[in-house]
T-cell receptor, first 112, second 114 residues
Framework: GENVGLHLPTLSVQEGDNSIINCAYS??????FIWYKQESGKGPQFIID?????DKRQGQRVTVLLNKTVKHLSLQIAATQPGDSAVYFC???????????FGKGTRLSVIA | EPEVTQTPSHQVTQMGQEVILRCVPI?????FYWYRQILGQKVEFLVS????????KSEIFDDQFSVERPDGSNFTLKIRSTKLEDSAMYFC????????????FGSGTQLSVL
Protein backbone atom coordinates (compact mmCIF):
# COMPACT_ATOMS: atom_id res chain seq x y z
CA GLY A 1 0.00 0.00 0.00
CA GLU A 2 0.96 3.60 -0.16
CA ASN A 3 2.54 5.53 2.67
CA VAL A 4 0.26 8.49 3.06
CA GLY A 5 0.06 10.38 6.30
CA LEU A 6 -0.58 13.70 7.87
CA HIS A 7 2.96 15.02 7.47
CA LEU A 8 4.10 16.24 4.09
CA PRO A 9 7.76 16.60 3.16
CA THR A 10 8.68 20.23 3.72
CA LEU A 11 11.14 22.41 1.91
CA SER A 12 12.16 25.65 3.55
CA VAL A 13 13.94 28.28 1.48
CA GLN A 14 15.03 31.84 1.96
CA GLU A 15 13.22 34.48 -0.02
CA GLY A 16 15.10 35.14 -3.23
CA ASP A 17 16.73 31.70 -3.37
CA ASN A 18 15.83 29.08 -5.94
CA SER A 19 13.63 26.14 -4.96
CA ILE A 20 13.69 22.63 -6.34
CA ILE A 21 10.79 20.31 -5.62
CA ASN A 22 11.11 16.70 -6.64
CA CYS A 23 8.63 14.01 -7.56
CA ALA A 24 9.06 10.34 -8.36
CA TYR A 25 6.27 9.03 -10.51
CA SER A 26 5.23 5.41 -10.63
CA UNK A 27 3.82 4.61 -14.06
CA UNK A 28 6.37 4.21 -16.85
CA UNK A 29 3.52 4.56 -19.35
CA UNK A 30 2.69 8.08 -18.17
CA UNK A 31 3.20 10.59 -20.93
CA UNK A 32 1.85 13.84 -19.51
CA PHE A 33 2.81 15.54 -16.28
CA ILE A 34 1.56 18.59 -14.43
CA TRP A 35 2.67 20.56 -11.43
CA TYR A 36 -0.08 22.05 -9.29
CA LYS A 37 0.17 24.55 -6.46
CA GLN A 38 -2.30 24.36 -3.60
CA GLU A 39 -2.66 27.18 -1.12
CA SER A 40 -4.43 26.62 2.17
CA GLY A 41 -8.17 26.16 1.74
CA LYS A 42 -8.03 26.36 -2.03
CA GLY A 43 -8.13 23.99 -4.96
CA PRO A 44 -5.05 22.92 -6.93
CA GLN A 45 -3.88 25.61 -9.29
CA PHE A 46 -2.08 24.74 -12.54
CA ILE A 47 1.55 25.86 -12.72
CA ILE A 48 3.18 24.12 -15.65
CA ASP A 49 2.95 20.92 -17.66
CA UNK A 50 5.23 18.79 -19.79
CA UNK A 51 4.73 15.95 -22.22
CA UNK A 52 6.99 12.93 -22.40
CA UNK A 53 8.54 13.95 -25.70
CA UNK A 54 10.28 16.79 -23.85
CA ASP A 55 12.74 16.82 -20.96
CA LYS A 56 12.52 20.48 -20.02
CA ARG A 57 9.95 23.21 -20.21
CA GLN A 58 10.15 26.74 -18.90
CA GLY A 59 7.50 29.14 -17.75
CA GLN A 60 7.60 32.39 -15.90
CA ARG A 61 10.02 31.80 -13.00
CA VAL A 62 9.33 28.06 -13.16
CA THR A 63 11.02 25.20 -14.96
CA VAL A 64 9.94 21.58 -15.09
CA LEU A 65 12.48 18.84 -15.76
CA LEU A 66 11.51 15.32 -16.75
CA ASN A 67 13.81 12.31 -16.53
CA LYS A 68 11.95 9.35 -17.95
CA THR A 69 14.83 6.97 -17.37
CA VAL A 70 14.47 7.21 -13.61
CA LYS A 71 10.82 8.36 -13.61
CA HIS A 72 11.62 11.64 -11.96
CA LEU A 73 10.06 15.05 -12.29
CA SER A 74 11.23 18.28 -10.73
CA LEU A 75 9.91 21.80 -10.40
CA GLN A 76 12.37 24.65 -10.13
CA ILE A 77 11.19 28.02 -8.90
CA ALA A 78 13.55 30.91 -9.44
CA ALA A 79 13.83 33.76 -6.94
CA THR A 80 11.30 32.25 -4.56
CA GLN A 81 8.83 34.70 -3.07
CA PRO A 82 6.61 34.52 0.04
CA GLY A 83 3.62 34.06 -2.25
CA ASP A 84 5.14 30.80 -3.44
CA SER A 85 4.53 29.23 -0.04
CA ALA A 86 2.08 26.39 -0.67
CA VAL A 87 1.86 22.64 -1.16
CA TYR A 88 3.06 21.49 -4.56
CA PHE A 89 1.76 18.34 -6.20
CA CYS A 90 2.98 16.56 -9.28
CA UNK A 91 0.37 14.72 -11.29
CA UNK A 92 0.72 12.16 -14.06
CA UNK A 93 -1.49 10.94 -16.87
CA UNK A 94 -1.08 7.87 -19.02
CA UNK A 95 -2.53 7.27 -22.49
CA UNK A 96 -6.14 6.29 -22.87
CA UNK A 97 -9.11 7.29 -20.82
CA UNK A 98 -7.29 7.39 -17.50
CA UNK A 99 -7.60 10.02 -14.82
CA UNK A 100 -4.91 12.38 -13.65
CA UNK A 101 -3.12 10.80 -10.68
CA PHE A 102 -1.62 13.03 -8.01
CA GLY A 103 1.56 12.48 -6.07
CA LYS A 104 1.95 13.04 -2.33
CA GLY A 105 2.82 16.71 -2.27
CA THR A 106 5.62 18.85 -0.86
CA ARG A 107 5.10 21.85 1.37
CA LEU A 108 7.22 24.84 0.39
CA SER A 109 7.84 27.41 3.11
CA VAL A 110 9.50 30.66 2.13
CA ILE A 111 11.38 32.44 4.88
CA ALA A 112 11.32 36.19 4.48
CA GLU B 1 -10.45 34.05 -16.31
CA PRO B 2 -13.18 31.37 -16.30
CA GLU B 3 -13.51 29.44 -13.06
CA VAL B 4 -15.02 26.24 -11.78
CA THR B 5 -17.49 27.18 -9.07
CA GLN B 6 -18.38 24.91 -6.19
CA THR B 7 -21.12 25.21 -3.59
CA PRO B 8 -21.34 25.08 -0.69
CA SER B 9 -17.84 25.91 0.51
CA HIS B 10 -18.53 24.08 3.77
CA GLN B 11 -21.04 21.37 4.58
CA VAL B 12 -21.59 19.84 7.98
CA THR B 13 -23.82 16.79 8.19
CA GLN B 14 -24.75 13.98 10.50
CA MET B 15 -23.59 10.46 9.77
CA GLY B 16 -26.13 8.62 7.63
CA GLN B 17 -27.49 11.76 6.01
CA GLU B 18 -27.42 12.47 2.29
CA VAL B 19 -25.39 15.34 0.91
CA ILE B 20 -25.22 16.88 -2.54
CA LEU B 21 -22.18 18.83 -3.59
CA ARG B 22 -22.57 21.15 -6.54
CA CYS B 23 -20.24 22.34 -9.26
CA VAL B 24 -20.64 24.71 -12.18
CA PRO B 25 -18.07 23.74 -14.81
CA ILE B 26 -16.34 26.17 -17.14
CA UNK B 27 -18.81 26.72 -19.96
CA UNK B 28 -17.04 25.13 -22.93
CA UNK B 29 -15.59 22.20 -20.99
CA UNK B 30 -16.86 18.74 -21.75
CA UNK B 31 -15.11 16.55 -19.17
CA PHE B 32 -15.92 16.68 -15.49
CA TYR B 33 -14.26 15.12 -12.50
CA TRP B 34 -14.61 14.78 -8.77
CA TYR B 35 -11.56 14.41 -6.57
CA ARG B 36 -11.29 14.40 -2.80
CA GLN B 37 -8.56 15.27 -0.35
CA ILE B 38 -8.52 14.05 3.20
CA LEU B 39 -6.77 16.52 5.48
CA GLY B 40 -3.01 16.49 4.94
CA GLN B 41 -3.13 13.84 2.26
CA LYS B 42 -2.93 13.81 -1.50
CA VAL B 43 -5.70 14.54 -3.95
CA GLU B 44 -7.51 11.32 -4.88
CA PHE B 45 -9.55 10.63 -7.99
CA LEU B 46 -13.18 9.66 -7.51
CA VAL B 47 -14.94 9.77 -10.86
CA SER B 48 -14.86 11.19 -14.36
CA UNK B 49 -17.92 12.10 -16.40
CA UNK B 50 -18.38 12.77 -20.09
CA UNK B 51 -21.39 12.91 -22.39
CA UNK B 52 -23.77 12.36 -19.49
CA UNK B 53 -22.21 9.18 -18.27
CA UNK B 54 -19.43 7.99 -16.02
CA UNK B 55 -16.18 7.40 -17.91
CA UNK B 56 -14.17 5.98 -15.08
CA LYS B 57 -14.40 5.64 -11.32
CA SER B 58 -12.07 4.67 -8.52
CA GLU B 59 -12.62 2.07 -5.83
CA ILE B 60 -13.53 4.91 -3.47
CA PHE B 61 -16.58 5.67 -5.61
CA ASP B 62 -18.83 2.92 -4.28
CA ASP B 63 -22.61 2.54 -4.41
CA GLN B 64 -23.06 5.37 -1.91
CA PHE B 65 -21.78 7.86 -4.47
CA SER B 66 -23.48 9.11 -7.60
CA VAL B 67 -22.98 11.93 -10.07
CA GLU B 68 -25.27 13.65 -12.47
CA ARG B 69 -25.68 16.72 -14.60
CA PRO B 70 -29.31 17.52 -13.83
CA ASP B 71 -29.81 20.65 -15.86
CA GLY B 72 -27.00 20.89 -18.38
CA SER B 73 -25.00 23.30 -16.29
CA ASN B 74 -24.58 21.97 -12.76
CA PHE B 75 -22.55 18.85 -12.08
CA THR B 76 -23.35 17.22 -8.76
CA LEU B 77 -21.86 14.62 -6.46
CA LYS B 78 -24.29 12.88 -4.13
CA ILE B 79 -23.34 10.80 -1.13
CA ARG B 80 -26.43 8.86 -0.06
CA SER B 81 -25.55 7.86 3.48
CA THR B 82 -22.50 9.68 4.73
CA LYS B 83 -19.89 8.00 6.91
CA LEU B 84 -17.35 9.59 9.20
CA GLU B 85 -14.58 8.68 6.76
CA ASP B 86 -16.27 10.70 4.01
CA SER B 87 -15.07 13.84 5.77
CA ALA B 88 -12.75 15.50 3.29
CA MET B 89 -12.38 18.38 0.87
CA TYR B 90 -14.15 17.54 -2.37
CA PHE B 91 -12.90 19.17 -5.55
CA CYS B 92 -14.67 19.44 -8.85
CA UNK B 93 -12.43 19.71 -11.90
CA UNK B 94 -13.18 20.22 -15.56
CA UNK B 95 -11.29 20.01 -18.85
CA UNK B 96 -12.10 21.02 -22.43
CA UNK B 97 -11.22 17.81 -24.20
CA UNK B 98 -10.45 15.09 -21.69
CA UNK B 99 -7.32 13.17 -20.83
CA UNK B 100 -3.78 14.33 -21.33
CA UNK B 101 -4.61 17.93 -20.65
CA UNK B 102 -4.69 20.09 -17.57
CA UNK B 103 -7.65 20.08 -15.27
CA UNK B 104 -9.15 23.24 -13.85
CA PHE B 105 -10.12 22.85 -10.22
CA GLY B 106 -12.72 24.58 -8.13
CA SER B 107 -12.05 25.82 -4.62
CA GLY B 108 -13.63 22.77 -3.07
CA THR B 109 -16.34 21.86 -0.60
CA GLN B 110 -15.18 20.96 2.88
CA LEU B 111 -17.45 18.14 4.06
CA SER B 112 -17.53 17.35 7.75
CA VAL B 113 -19.48 14.28 8.85
CA LEU B 114 -20.28 14.19 12.57
Amino acid sequence: GENVGLHLPTLSVQEGDNSIINCAYSNSASDYFIWYKQESGKGPQFIIDIRSNMDKRQGQRVTVLLNKTVKHLSLQIAATQPGDSAVYFCAENSPGNTPLVFGKGTRLSVIA
Amino acid sequence: EPEVTQTPSHQVTQMGQEVILRCVPISNHLYFYWYRQILGQKVEFLVSFYNNEISEKSEIFDDQFSVERPDGSNFTLKIRSTKLEDSAMYFCATAPRGTNEKLFFGSGTQLSVL
